[in-house]
Nanobody, 125 residues
Framework: VQLQASGGGLVQAGGSLRLSCAAS????????MGWFRQAPGKEREFVAA??????????YYADSVKGRFTISRDSAKKMVALQMNSLKPEDTAVYYC?????????????????WGQGTLVTVSS
């Protein structure tokens, strides 16, 4: 599976950005999809995930983004999006999309099999 993330950029605090991740896999719906981020000098951390479509497509969020970020999937377009609202300077990071063929290990980077190249989000104060 090849993943291509896009949509990053520079935004002021309180603003919004929408990240997109395009997948090459025809069986896109059979993969759980996640977004992670990595700030300078910090470990990669979980942001949001969607379980496989056939298992309900349930969303999961890190506490730090709950209520501000929304993850969604368009299976026909083989894309997953991350709508980010009310952005804060601490949201500044490189954001990565990832895909997993497994079920349940959505919160850890180790649970994912495929990764996109990352897109930089910078939130100014």
């Amino acid at each position: 599976v090849q993943l291509q993330a896009s949509g990053g950029g520079l935004v002021q605090a309180g603003g919004s950005l929408r990240l997109s991740c395009a997948a090459s896999e025809r069986a896109f719906s059979s993969y759980g999809m996640g977004w992670f981020r990595q700030a300078p000098g910090k470990e990669r951390e979980f942001v949001a995930a969607l379980s496989k479509s056939w298992s309900g497509g349930s969303p999961y969020y890190a506490d730090s983004v709950k209520g501000r970020f929304t993850i969604s999937r368009d299976s026909a377009k083989k894309m997953v999006a991350l709508q980010m609202n009310s952005l804060k300077p601490e949201d500044t990071a490189v954001y990565y999309c990832a895909a997993t063929a497994s079920s349940g290990r959505y919160f850890t980077a180790l649970g994912y099999d495929y990764w996109g190249q990352g897109t930089l989000v910078t939130v100014s104060s």
